[in-house]
């Protein structure tokens, strides 16, 4: 009884973090990228303590109550199609030993989910702004971006190895004695 009550315990804290986090998306806007990163992360913590599978549902609690409590839309969006699953399925992807492989994999997940996001938010949410703003860029402005968003995502993707590593080796030995 104690084991699945401390699941649902860690759970609930750690969607509860995301929630804010996601929720300060739109009180600070300029920090829309930042903060569902930062909420991806967090769900590392569960896929760590507990399993993949338990992640996964709050993965899905959280984006499903980010999309009607949080104010930023977009920032949900970027949560759900981004980051917010990426650092559950990454432990998996962490498996294959042969380190191209893996890196490939990694930038077509993101790629095909970047991709995903665009047409969703122009065609589905119609959030036509994001047009204007690679006609900017002239011909290659969405190329340009994709890029752009590759670089970024490469970065995250590093955090989360030495957020991971500084969890397993500094706070999760804590956590260990106190239970």
């Known amino acids: ?84 699953h990426y650092p559950i399925l990454r432990s998996y992807i962490q498996r294959l030993r042969f380190k191209p492989l893996r890196a490939l994999i990694k930038l077509s997940v993101f790629n095909v989910c970047a991709v995903a996001y665009f047409y969703v938010t122009v065609y589905i949410f119609g959030l036509d702004q994001m047009l204007e703003e690679f006609d900017e860029f002239g011909r290659y402005g969405a190329l340009i971006m994709l890029v752009f968003a590759n670089l970024v995502f490469i970065l995250y993707d590093l955090n989360l190895s030495m957020i991971y590593t500084v969890y397993l080796k500094k706070l999760m030995p804590r956590f260990r004695k106190k239970r």
């Open 1 to 84: 009884m104690r084991d699945i009550s401390y699941k649902v315990a860690l759970g609930g804290i750690v969607s509860a973090l995301c929630l804010v986090t996601m929720f300060l998306a739109g009180i600070l806007p300029a920090l829309y990228l930042l903060l569902p990163m930062i909420a991806g992360m967090l769900l590392m913590i569960i896929a760590a303590e507990v399993n993949t599978g338990w992640a996964l549902l709050t993965y899905i609690s959280v984006s499903l109550l980010s999309l009607f409590i949080t104010f930023d839309k977009e920032a949900a969006l970027v949560f759900i199609m981004l980051f917010g």
